[in-house]
């Protein structure tokens, strides 16, 4: 029987205060449903690393080491038992987070000008990574396909034949913020277009871990090793966004070599503690996450079951996230912004996510089921309004 640990309790009455960025932008009496945090209390087994290790602070045996000592066997660890990978601990490098390890890849691997696919909708973040280091984005668009999302491969194989210039693939999986996990056919032709078009693919799957069954979750490496970097963290399965750990998983020897020839503080490490919340949490965390799944399963039906017809949704394969479509309701500005002011409620701005966001918002579901059902009427009520 899977442990309590007591997530799906809490209420807008017994929250708490909360310090972090998700609760204090939000604002008295707003519910917040946008940036990517959990509500729930952190797993008992992380906290409980955390503290013991606060006792001894000083410099950690693993300080000079790329991929922050323990944390690369760990990882490999994981892949092989949750997803049959069998990850090369030598081939892991440690660094704050996704995005700085995205920006170092591409810093290294590509060149001012030179134009980077990916699926859009995409992660805000990603879209401001692109503008900055002047890597154009070639747009990959998702579409609605029956009950979820897809892409076309041949517009993409075109796409890719009209952009001699582009020689990377940002593959999110699962994606943000549709909350897609594509599919072994899917992922087998996006592996044949890199052959193809000589890519290297960046592969974000930190979402990995919120995959629910029937769909699973494919490392892009298991199909393409020798073209693939895979970026992931403990950070989102287990509500660690504040503690600055992800790895990175450098499949082609000349990535490799290019990273190793770097100077060894240049682009930074993990904290210690962040070091610590990571491993504990994927030794130790899996009856934490495995009441968390089962309270995000029922929310991301919840949200279907209580959104008005008028607002399109698809339910996703993964991710604690919902991809809210307001187009059809005519709405007189940004729907975030309509529903922060007539809901109470603080959802993501879809323009921020690039092409494909505009008449859209973002849901995040990861909170108990009280809070939830409240944050729904509150939506529900002021589209009754209009």
């Known amino acids: 029987m899977t442990e309590d640990f007591g997530l799906d309790d809490l209420t807008l009455d017994t929250v708490g205060p909360r310090l972090g960025l998700k609760w204090t932008e939000a604002g008295d009496g707003v519910i917040p449903a946008w940036v990517a945090d959990m509500d729930f209390p952190t797993a008992p087994a992380i906290a409980e690393a955390i503290i013991a290790r606060a006792g001894d602070l000083g410099y950690p045996r693993w300080l000079t080491d790329p991929a922050a000592g323990p944390l690369a066997e ?125 890519l290297l693919v960046l592969a974000d799957e930190i979402h990995a871990d ?21 970026f992931t963290s403990a950070t989102k399965a287990f509500n660690l966004g504040g503690v600055r750990c992800a790895v990175a998983h450098v499949g082609p020897p000349a990535v490799r070599a290019t990273l190793a020839a770097q100077p060894a503080h240049l682009y930074g490490s993990p904290n210690l503690l962040g070091v610590e919340a990571t491993l504990a949490a994927w030794r130790h965390g899996d009856p934490w996450l495995s009441r968390v799944l089962a309270i995000l399963d029922r929310n991301r ?30 709405l007189p500005e940004d729907p975030a912004e309509f529903l922060r002011r007539e809901a109470r409620v603080l959802l993501s701005s879809g323009p921020s996510f690039g092409p494909g966001g505009d008449g859209f918002a973002r849901l995040n579901f990861a909170t108990s089921g009280p809070i939830m059902a409240e944050a729904l009427s509150r939506v529900s009520s002021a589209l009754a309004r209009l």
């Open 210 to 230: 919120l995959t629910y069954a029937p769909a699973r979750h494919i490392p892009f490496a298991t199909l393409l090793p020798d073209r693939t970097v895979t």
């Open 301 to 330: 039906r919840m949200v279907a079951e209580r959104l008005p017809d008028t607002v399109g949704y698809r339910v996703p394969d993964a991710t604690y996230l919902g991809w809210l479509d307001f187009r059809g309701l005519s």
């Open 74 to 198: 760990v990882f490999a660890e994981r892949m092989a038992t949750r997803y049959g990978w069998r990850a090369d601990p030598a081939h892991v490098h440690a660094f704050t987070d996704v995005n700085q390890a995205l920006q170092v890849l591409l810093h290294l691997t590509t060149r001012p000008g030179e134009a980077v696919a990916a699926h859009v909708p995409a992660y805000s973040p990603f879209i401001s990574t692109f503008t900055s280091m002047d890597r154009p984005l070639l747009a990959v668009p998702m579409v609605p396909d029956g009950e979820s999302w897809a892409f076309d491969v041949r517009r993409l194989a075109a796409d890719l034949s009209a952009a001699p210039h582009c020689r990377t693939l940002l593959l999110v999986n699962p994606h943000n913020p549709t909350g897609r996990a594509f599919t072994e056919a899917e992922l087998t032709a996006l592996a044949e277009l890199a052959e193809r078009h000589d």
